[in-house]
Structure formats: C-alpha cells, structure tokens
C-alpha cells in the first residue's frame, strides 16, 4: 500500500502539497498559478486528475493563489475552517456549493484510508491551522507559518516519520536586509515565521527514532539560502546530539521545483 507525498512548492512566493496513497489524494494549498500547479504535478509524476480534495491552511495569497481556479478546472471540493472561508471568498471565485466543506481546527477527519489531524497554529491569518496526516501507523507532519512552536504543537506532530517543517529565515539577514522594520518585527513576532534556529529547537523535542526525514520548508526568498538553513538546522541539531545522515536526514524544498515522490514506510 503506498503512502507518498512530495513537496510541489514551498516558500514566501508559493506553497502547494501533495500527499496520498491507492485510494486518496490530496492536495494542502494552491499558492501558485494553476498553470504553474499543473506543470508541478507534471514534474512530481503525480496525475492532478486523480486528485480527490483540497485542503487549506490559511487565507494568505501564497498559499491560496491558484485554488479557485484549480479547484474549478479538476472538480475538487475544498476543506478549510469557517473563518478562512470567510477571510478568503472574495480571492478565490465562484464555487459551487458541493466544492465547499467545513474542516474545524482541532479535529480530526478521515478521508478513505488517510486520517487527518488538523492543528492551530500562531501565524497573523483569519484562523490558520496545519495538518499531520496517518495512514498505516505512518505519520506525516506539515508545519509552516507559525511564529513560534508551542507545546501543544510539539506534541501534536511527534515522532513523524516524515517531516515538512519551516526553516523561515536568518535572524541576521533579517535584520540587516531591506525589509521596513515593521515587516521584520512582524516575522520576528509570534504571530510570524520561525528562523533556522528556533526550527531546530523545535525539532529537538519532535524528533524521535522513528523520524527519518525532515523537509526545510517555507524558505524566505530575501532572508534565507537553502545551504544556511541546512546548515544552521544541521550545526543546532549536531549540538542537541543528533547524527545528521544517521538518525535523519534532512532535505531541501523549493519554490518552483518539486520534491521526489517519497514513499513513507
């Protein structure tokens, strides 16, 4: 039984993410054209007619960007809380009604062979909430936009197999690059983006020994570099006792190229 997922798309220009088995598959956000949604399927081997729903996690435009109109052009209901839909209706289009479903945060739905843990997050949206999904005693965690990692979500998304988990930026590229001081005190926030650091502080208490794959993820394009995070994750984690390559590993995302298929087993 396959249980697979890759990350089409992850960083502060787009977010889109594909995970699903024989009998179920999804996609969390559509942060990018549908042109460019299609064309990352096409790369990820992944047929976008096959799909079976949409899930969303917030209302900002990298995350929802192309949901309307792929939602429209493959006949996919979508998934989100009540405020998102709110805070979101006018970006997205006309939907039909049977496109339209309520997933509340803090619960947890089951969609064929896929349970789905839906998780509050701090980020500065309507009511944005993340996803772990379960499938055959595998666990996969997705965890971007969040502008600090609470307890609660630490024991939320433990003992992942797999992990897609937001390395945002450089403190110092941040606070010495161009952004007017009132955006970096909003990413610096508690309502913004986690840094390289603080994502392997975080990830000191969620790994576990059944984690094997951490996905830097929601890379910032003006206050981080992929080999920095990766870097700085690494050094923070080699210090916390981990072995990098032996207990897990970790991994790149992009904005415009797709992970591989992996299969989590």
Known sequence: MTFQFSVLASGSTGNAFYIGTDKEKILVDAGLSGKELTRLFEQAQVDPNELSKILVTHEHSDHI????????????????????????DNAIGKLSVDQKFLFNMEETKTFADIDVESFAVSHDAAE?????????????????????????????VEGADALVFESNHDVEMLRMGRYPWSVKRRILGDSGHVSNEDCAHALKDIINDKTKRIYLAHLSKDNNMKELARMSVEHNLTDYGFSIGKD??????????PTPLYEVG
């Open 128 to 156: 944005p909430m993340f996803y772990v999904f379960h499938h055959n005693g595998k666990k996969v965690a997705l965890v971007t936009d969040l502008g600090y990692v609470s307890e609660r979500i630490k024991k939320t």
């Open 248 to 257: 897990v590993t970790l991994h790149d995302t992009d904005p415009k190229i």
């Open 65 to 88: 960007k192309g949901l309307g109109i792929f939602a429209r052009k493959y006949n996919l209901p979508i998934y989100a809380n009540e405020r998102t839909w709110k805070a979101m």
